[in-house]
């Protein structure tokens, strides 16, 4: 267990709002700040950075915790890896009684077999007996520096070249399974995941490698295979070629759409260019690169699919608070093709004169439709006005509605009062789903605590017995010599009491951090909101005593209906409280 003295110096060099800057803008609102959480997409800040007690909450989608929580999720660390990381940034030396769990031992050696395992197919490229995949490497006008930047490989036309080698190195079968760079066959036995392929090793951005990309060379099989998840590496939550891109001193990122298409952009002068790893763009890479970049230049292939993926990468990037733009080209069907036809001078000026997404929606909004008729002239303008309603600045609407009329000559009025009309019908729409998920959520069974719906009315005086001892850690003997755990009624309430009262028994300075080594980011969510909902109540030793009033009571109440609204609660705490002749009063005075 970390000391009490190491957690205040890693707090202390680590003050949250500075942290958490260097991954989302925050926003002085009073004394603490708000942001668009980086775990969920939105567009109006649900997130808040409380400076006074170093903790993060956000209310749209529960995650919270102190600074070691925030980078345990956002870097998806174990805790020991986190304060890790955080000693790191500080300068910090680690505690030497400092352990790691077996998952963050399992996790160690998956990168060391990853970094060994990219070693292994770098020099296996370069062995005389591969003179395929340099002419490969060659043909597609890689040059010695950009193979070795990105530490392009090869694996070899063997079933256990890779697995031979690792186990050599005297990594398990078992371990080399965990890093996915074999897979078991039907016969029990293991083989290399990866054969005769030029290999990408993806690298993160404390430069591990944590996974590969294999490109075919020729014969059958999938043009790409890509890691699968392991321990280390989410493909969903990263980026191939961030580690370079996050150094380029612009606040613009290019969007590929694969990994010869990032390296030949790069190739070209631009380090400014990410690519998704395999699958379509999601929302964790979005907010990912709203951390590094303000505008997306998407550069995807200008085929059908190309087309498509980009009108949904603009969607997602929006909903994660980016502009972007998209590049047009003509005469190649990628990026990679139009800088070998045209060079990176030209590549630099399409990027200059990319057209902004809305551009780009109207653009395919004349897509099988002749507007010389009027029948297709209604029909183009009625898909202009669902582009239209999307466009958020009231003077950005104002410039397309006036060139969209202006080019069809049609009344701006009639085409503004549709695109408000179908405005204001959304907000409703999205106000009644904002009410139905609201409800939902309210009748969801709370998946940290999953008791709590069952017994209402004692998870919230568990809740507010918690608060109370987190911000009156001096009154602990009193509460627990009213009420000890066991008084408790729901489990994860029960284990958070015990864990606190243990943690303030043992402790000169208690505080959040004390708690991440024995809870997981989602259930520090859960803490982080049971103590920002109580933290501006000031809840006294009286209204402590109705909370315990109400937990001793639950046998006695056990056949209430759990179903109370919070009028229903207060009334209960008074009948508990005449009933056992304690102090009178409403429960919240």
Not at 186 to 192: A, E, H, K
Not at 376 to 384: A, D, I, P, T
């Amino acid at each position: 267990m970390l000391s009490d003295d190491f957690l205040y110096q890693l707090k202390q060099s680590n003050r949250i709002d500075s942290v958490m800057s260097s991954y989302v803008n925050l926003h002085r609102r009073g004394r603490n700040y708000v942001c668009l959480c980086p775990f969920h997409s939105e567009k109006t800040p649900s997130c808040t950075v409380y400076t006074d007690t170093d903790s993060f909450y956000c209310f749209g989608c529960g995650a919270g915790g102190d600074v070691i929580a925030f980078i345990r999720r956002i870097e998806n660390l174990e805790y020991i890896e986190a304060v890790k990381f955080l000693a790191e940034r500080a300068g910090i030396p680690m505690p030497e009684d400092a352990k790691d769990n077996e998952y963050s031992r399992l996790k160690t050696k998956i990168l060391e077999i990853n970094r060994s395992a990219a070693r292994f197919f770098y020099n296996s490229l370069l062995s005389k007996n591969n003179e395929k995949a340099l002419r490969y490497l060659a043909s597609r006008g890689l040059s010695p520096n950009t193979i070795k930047k990105y530490g392009i490989g090869y694996a070899p036309n063997n079933w256990d070249s890779l697995k031979t080698h690792l186990l050599s190195q005297g990594y398990s079968e078992e371990e080399l399974l965990a890093a996915a760079v074999c897979t078991r066959g039907r016969n029990g036995g293991i083989y290399d995941l990866f054969r005769d392929r030029i290999m990408f090793p993806i690298i993160d951005l404390r430069g591990n490698v944590i996974a590969f990309g294999g490109r075919i060379i020729d014969g059958s099989g999938p043009k790409y295979l890509n890691s699968p998840d392991t321990p280390v590496f989410k493909k969903s939550r990263n980026l191939f070629s961030l580690n370079f891109a996050k150094g380029a001193k612009s606040e613009r990122l290019i969007l590929a759409e694969g990994y010869m298409d990032v390296i030949s952009i790069n190739q070209a002068g631009f380090e400014n260019v990410v690519a998704t790893l395999g699958t379509a763009l999601t929302s964790e890479q979005a907010r990912l690169m709203a951390q590094y970049a303000k505008e997306v230049i998407i550069a995807y292939d200008s085929d059908g699919a190309g087309q498509q993926a980009t009108h949904r990468a603009i969607n997602i990037l929006g909903q994660a608070g980016i502009n972007t733009k998209i590049i047009k080209m003509e005469g190649a069907k990628d990026p990679d093709e139009y800088i070998k036809k045209y060079g990176a001078i030209r590549f630099k000026v399409l990027l200059e004169n990319s057209g902004g997404a809305i551009a780009f929606e109207l653009e395919k909004c004349r897509a099988g439709i002749d507007i010389e008729t009027e029948t297709g002239k209604v029909e183009y303008l009625k898909r202009c006005v669902q582009v239209l309603a999307d466009i958020s600045s009231p003077i950005e609407r104002e410039v397309y509605i006036s060139k969209i009329c202006s080019e069809q000559n049609v009344s701006k009025e009639i085409i503004k009062a549709q695109t408000e009309a179908l405005i204001k019908k959304r907000i409703n729409t999205e106000k009644k789903l904002e009410t139905t998920a609201i409800f939902s959520r309210a009748q969801t069974q709370d998946k940290i605590n999953p008791e709590a719906m069952k017994f209402l009315k004692e998870s919230k005086a568990e809740a507010g017995l918690i608060a109370y001892l987190f911000f009156n850690p001096d009154k602990l003997d009193y509460v627990l010599s009213k009420l000890p755990p066991e008084k408790f009624v729901t489990s994860f309430n029960k284990k958070v009491y015990e864990k606190l009262a243990n943690i303030i028994k043992n402790s000169h300075d208690f505080s959040l951090s004390s708690l991440n080594s024995e809870f997981d980011v989602d259930e520090m969510g859960k803490i982080s909101e049971i103590i920002v909902k109580n933290k501006d109540i000031a809840i006294s030793e009286k209204e402590a005593d109705d909370y315990i009033n109400v937990l001793l009571g639950h046998k006695n109440n056990n056949a209430a209906n759990s179903d109370l609204s919070d009028e229903d609660f207060i009334n209960l705490v008074n009948e508990i409280k005449k009933s056992q002749h304690k102090m009178k009063g409403d429960f919240y005075e």
